[in-house]
């Protein structure tokens, strides 16, 4: 994506602490802009059984996992806006 001349790219991830022994990953958010990379923390966390990384969201049919991805759309979007 480009805005004003600016390359900006955003990727949702899980990523994994070195003491993380348990199944649940925290989920970031990497902003890039002309190349300039930030990690930002969602506060919020995912099974790593249910993540998909191709999608960069949640997979499945509950109800949390639908209200996950549409927070972490939210974000993106609201993101791109700014």
Known sequence: MC?????????VFL??????????RSIYVK???DGKATELSTKRKC?????ST????????????KELNYYLDTLVFTTQVL
């Open 15 to 24: 990523k994994t602490t070195k003491n993380q022994i348990e199944t649940l």
């Open 31 to 33: 902003i890039t802009v």
């Open 54 to 65: 191709a999608a960069g969201r949640a997979s499945g049919n509950k109800e949390s996992t």
């Open 47 to 51: 099974e790593l059984s249910r993540w």
């Open 3 to 11: 805005y004003a001349g600016k390359e900006l790219w955003i990727d």
